[in-house]
Each structure stands twice: as structure tokens, then as C-alpha cells.
């Protein structure tokens, strides 16, 4: 019995040392702009869905939107200010210390542009593009083998208005890499368009495609786009009218044709509606969608055939105001971001249905806009 129990003592302290191969890192983004607020980290247990604080690991004003290098453990963030258009944002590129969580910055660069309020990026050529909301331009800045930031590469000013309040000028609000790694799109809130623009890395250059834009009806908003794995379909959330907009992508054209548009508000729904994220599980078989409107968190079924979208499930965010969120690398989970509550809510993923189910796991952070996995060691 002894032994046993020393046995089990050798286990326990092993395990301390070494981490479970289900334990990853999140970082959250958020949009504290106060001294000894940035982006907080957190261990995650994909054994079990359990989240342990790290707490503050960048002091960085505003970085409302991070992602992860493809292969390095890399993060990107920006730094979303700007939003005036009086001055130029910037994306800070920062070293995971996969032991203990802590970033370290490698540098920063300009966004040339005002308020970068996302990313996206194109594997292939390990380049990075960056929406900037405040000017309404797309920028493309290099990524160095080290992670680190290289000079900008080319930048394009999208162009439009819109009726509503918010869409006096342009405002670039998503980007997105198409599967073939030849075109980056970009949701414009402020043009109600989806502009289509042609990169080359050989070149270094970026125009509009032959088809420059698809438009959305007026007062709509684009804000995020999600593309399906087998790169035919396109998934874009609109903001202002909290709708989820489907396409078929032609790739070899840069071609955008609606399939389907989709209100995922109820009926009844009285309140100021306000759709904010968008992500396709890596299957294909599922859209999930946030509703900042309504507090809640909703599943679509995707048609293999057309891509159209079927709702499947709607529940509470556990929450109010869901920001952002992200299935976890095993896809077994979904963290949310609470930005009104302070808090992320952990829920588990049902790989046959697609559907989410609450759990009593949660953590409280300032303003939470974003979540973003590196996977630990």
C-alpha cells in the first residue's frame, strides 16, 4: 500500500511538472485601454474544460484582436487606436513562452492605417493582413522567419457609404484569406460591400480582383467572414442587421454569388440588433454565430451541396454582449467572449450534433473582445 501511494505521489508531481497533453494556452483580447490592462492569458485543460488564470501578460492599449502564427509560437495583436482616423494603429508581434504563458514583444509595426481592428493570414506566403476600421484600408505587413514583423507590403482603401449612422466612410472591419491563397476579402461595415482583392507574393502586389466587390442591402454592415474548408462557400455575419449571409466562391474568378441570408434574431426581437462573430467548425459541417443583440450564441447545419444554412440549435451566451469566441483546438470546446459580463463562458461542443452545451466553467476578464489558442506543449 505503501508503495502504491508513493507511486501515485511520483504520478502527481510528474504531471505538475508536465502538463497534460490536453492543457493549452488562451490569450483573450480585450478592449482595455488602462494602465496594467492588454491581453490576459489563461492555461485551458481540453481534458475537462477547465480554466486556469494566468492573468495580465502585455500591456497594450486596446488589443482587441490577436491570432496565431501557423507554426511559431507566435501571437499577433493590434493595438486599436485610430479609430479617428487622426492617427496610425499598430500590430505588435509577441514570443509565447510555452512554460509559463508569458509574452515577450519582438516587435511592432504601423498598420498603415487607423483603428487595425483584425487579422488574417495567409499561410502560404506567411504574410499578414490587417483591417483597419478607422480609414477604411486593407494593409499587408510580411511576417520575418523569426515571427517578427517586416515592413508593409502594399495597402488598398476601400470606397462607399451607407445609410446608417455608422457608415459615413468606410470601415474595414474583417479580413479574410480565400483557401487558394490568391485573394484576401475584406467586410466592410461602413460600404456594405465585401471588396475582393488579388495578392501576389512573388510581386508583392495587391489590386482589386476582376470582380471588386459583392454588396450587401444598405445599412447592413458586413463585419466578419468565415470560409468553408473545401473553399466553395463563404459565411459573412452582418453586423446592423445581425444577419449570416452565405455565398458560393468562385476561386478561380474571385467571384462572390448569395446563396442565402439569414436573420438571427427571433421574430419578437425588440432590441438593437447587433451580430459581431462568425467561425466554421474544421469539419465544415457547422457556422457558429454571436449575438451581442440578444445575449446568445447560435448554431447553423451547412449544406454540403450549397452551403445554404440551417439553424440547429440558440442558447445564451451566459453572458450579455458576446464579443468574439473560439472553438479550442480539439474542437470539443467553445470559449466565449462576455465583454458585457466581464467574463468567458466555457462550453462544451457535441461533435455529432454541433451543438453547445453550458458548463459551470468561467473566467472573469476586463472587456474581453477576442480568444485565441496556442497549443501548449
Known sequence: MLRRFKVWLWVCSVLAVFPARGDDWVYFGTRANGAGQGIVAARFDATNGHLTSVGLVAEITRPTWLIAHPSLPILYSVSEVGNDGLSEASVFSLAVDKTTG??????????????ATHLAIDPASLTLFVANYGTGQVSWLRMLADGSLGM???VQSN?????????AAPHAHGVEVDPSHRFVLAADLGADRVFVYRFDPATRQMAP???????????????????????RFLSLVTELTAEVVSYRWDAKRGRLQHVQSVSIDEPDFKGEKSAAHIQVSRDGRYVYVSNRGADSMLVYAVNPQNGSLREVQRISSQGKTPWSFSLDPTERWMLVANHG??????????PDSGKLDATQESLAISQPSNVTFIRGE
Not at 508569458?102 to 483603428?115: D, K, P
Not at 470606397?159 to 457608415?167: I, L, M
Open 209 to 231: 480582383a476582376a470582380f471588386a466587390f459583392a454588396s450587401t442591402p444598405p445599412g447592413s454592415g458586413p463585419r466578419h467572414l468565415a470560409f468553408h474548408p473545401n473553399g
Open 152 to 154: 508593409p507590403l502594399a
Open 159 to 167: 470606397y462607399g457609404t451607407g445609410p446608417h449612422r455608422r457608415q
Open 341 to 350: 459580463s466581464n467574463s468567458i463562458a466555457v462550453f462544451a461542443v457535441d
Open 102 to 115: 508569458a509574452l515577450r514583444v519582438l516587435n511592432s509595426m504601423g498598420s498603415v492605417g487607423g483603428g
